[in-house]
């Protein structure tokens, strides 16, 4: 029953905040307004706020920007000792800084170290935390340039990159996750810069480590971003103290993804057509739901029948109701927090987990990057609705012809190239067994999980692989890259190419995107998709396990 009242709270939640927020992000994005604090950053850069930017532009501008973090981000990680509050720690070593920089840049947040004894306080402040922000207005940039694709007409442009990245900052993540982390301190959240020592019962000192966990906790899971403070994530205490914070940041992790829809359906003037996105999402979401929480609270493989319960790797105050909707939130989304241990999880839901992220991430999705994700799938749908009817595809007033769709076909195809490909290299390496915490099909799966993870930049990991050799810090930091900026360049292309288009008026013969069957005919194709390219190699991990 508690489970259920949970998720009915979280649901409320996020419909009192549905319509105000997705307006007011529109608002955000269209006025011509700017603010005296973004025009000292414009200033700073030295960009114009009122030019705008081709497509092919706005592409390099964020390529740019991201490679630019990474080289920034590294000599921080790496030079951490001589910075203030270092806590006395060691620089990071090259390939590991290489792997760290490029997964929060990304927005995976990919951790193969234990933060509370790697990171000092200004490295995870000016370092990740600082990602934490950039990353995620980033993938708000894009959506919002692919929305002005639809929106625009005969326009040679998609606005401007550096306006779109400060105002989403500034007006939307910093107030945000400023309201969060005060919130997460009222829940206990630990807020400090120095650690605690303590004397146990048994009279022995111990350093209880502290930091400025709740600033950094807000914006890694409004962002999208999930990469702990702690080693244990948000299954730590001083991450996620309770019950209460628990349900609090899953409901940030799925704030800024749902709001998006409606962003989305008030810029191109058509808010039907945000309901139905959400609604496709939300089919996912709930159907990923009901079967991670009936593997988990059901006890239904054979460990979990003898022991009576599935509690292996969660924490007792959240319980496997708890545990399951923090899984299926996090790998529906790019975040990548974790509560519980998915590697300890049942083979249908740690299966269901890593299907979540096969789908795309588009259940909502990352921020941003979730909402950009089922569009291209939008595409593909009415192009194959086209073909079975003979006519030529549209979506929100715009033909889908041959180029249109050779974008969004190398879209469909570059992730899931990284992650078959970086398995199959992984696996026909003889020392990745060693690697693997686990034999025969649950160590095939934590191999397939990690670069499922690294290549839909989502960040979680099944934790019994060992990832800290250079071939895994090399060839996960590559696909979390790749996985990144290869759909991000694909998306603002065919946004471009959208633009330059005039409105198509809508006929008798135009199929409707807004109604039950699209929304029906969107989750099938997305769904057909992702079996039709993961199921051989799902069959050779949870899948096998599962029948074993």
């Not at 326009?155 to 919130?183: C, E, H, K, M, Q």
């Not at 135009?510 to 051989?536: C, E, K, S």
């Amino acid at each position: 029953m508690g489970g259920l009242v949970s998720i009915t709270v979280l649901l409320a939640l996020l419909g009192v905040l549905y319509v105000p927020l997705g307006d007011y992000m529109a608002r955000v994005f269209t006025t011509p307004r700017h603010l005296r604090v973004e025009r000292l950053v414009y200033r700073i850069v030295g960009v114009s706020p009122d030019g705008e930017q081709s497509p092919k532009s706005y592409a390099m501008s964020v390529a740019a920007f991201s490679l630019v973090s990474i080289v920034v981000l590294m000599g921080i990680l790496m030079g951490q000792s001589h910075l203030p509050m270092s806590r006395d720690m060691e620089g990071m070593p090259f390939w590991m800084a290489f792997n760290t920089a490029i997964s929060f840049v990304a927005n995976t947040n990919w951790q193969s170290y234990a933060g509370e004894s790697t990171l000092g306080f200004t490295a995870q402040m000016a370092g990740l935390a600082v990602q934490n922000f950039l990353s995620a207005a980033v993938g708000i940039a894009v959506a919002v340039a692919l929305i002005r694709g639809f929106a625009r007409s005969r326009s040679g442009s998609l606005g401007n990159f550096w306006v779109d990245l400060t105002r989403g900052t500034v007006r939307i993540l910093l107030p945000l996750a400023f309201a969060g982390a005060v919130v997460l301190m009222v829940g206990g959240v630990v807020q400090t810069f120095g650690d605690t020592s303590a004397t146990t019962l048994m009279g022995d000192p111990q350093v209880l480590p502290g930091g400025p966990v709740a600033s950094q906790e807000s914006i890694k899971l409004l962002g999208t971003n999930g990469g702990g403070f702690f080693n244990a994530n948000s299954a730590h205490p001083f991450e996620n103290p309770t019950g209460l914070t628990n349900l609090f940041e899953i409901f940030m992790i799925l704030l800024l993804p749902v709001c998006l829809t409606r962003t989305l359906g008030t810029m191109v003037g058509h808010r039907r057509q945000g309901l139905a996105v959400l609604g496709a999402m939300a089919a996912l979401w709930t159907v990923a739901l009901a079967v991670t929480t009936w593997a988990e609270a059901g006890a239904h493989a054979p460990s979990a029948q003898a022991a009576g319960a599935a509690m292996e790797g969660k924490e007792t105050r959240f319980g496997e109701w708890a545990s399951s909707l923090f899984a299926v939130a996090t790998t529906g989304t790019s975040t990548g927090a974790v509560n519980a241990s998915h590697d300890s999880m049942t083979p249908v839901g740690g299966g269901a987990a890593m299907v979540n992220m096969m789908l795309g991430e588009v259940a909502p999705g990352g921020v941003g990057s979730g909402l950009y994700g089922i569009l291209i799938m939008a595409i593909l749908t009415v192009f194959l609705c086209g073909l079975m009817v003979g006519r030529t595809p549209e979506l929100l007033g715009k033909k889908i012809g041959s180029r249109e769709m050779t974008f969004v076909a190398l879209y469909a195809l570059a992730t899931p190239t990284l992650v078959l490909t970086g398995t199959a290299m992984a696996i026909a390496r003889d020392s990745s067994a060693d690697a693997m915490g686990n034999p025969d099909g649950h160590g095939f799966s934590e191999v397939l999980y990690a670069y499922t993870s690294a290549a839909n930049n989502n960040g979680s990991a099944f934790g019994g692989i060992t990832v800290t050799s250079d071939f895994f810090q090399i060839t996960l930091g590559l696909a979390m890259l790749l996985g990144r900026i290869l759909p991000i360049v694909l998306v603002l292309l065919l946004a471009g190419s959208l633009a330059r288009q005039g409105k198509v008026p809508v006929t008798t013969g135009t199929l409707p995107t807004h109604r039950p069957l699209f929304v029906g005919m969107l989750v099938g194709v997305i769904v057909i998709m992702t079996a039709l390219t993961y199921f051989p190699a799902l069959a050779l991990g949870p899948i096998a396990e599962a029948l074993a």
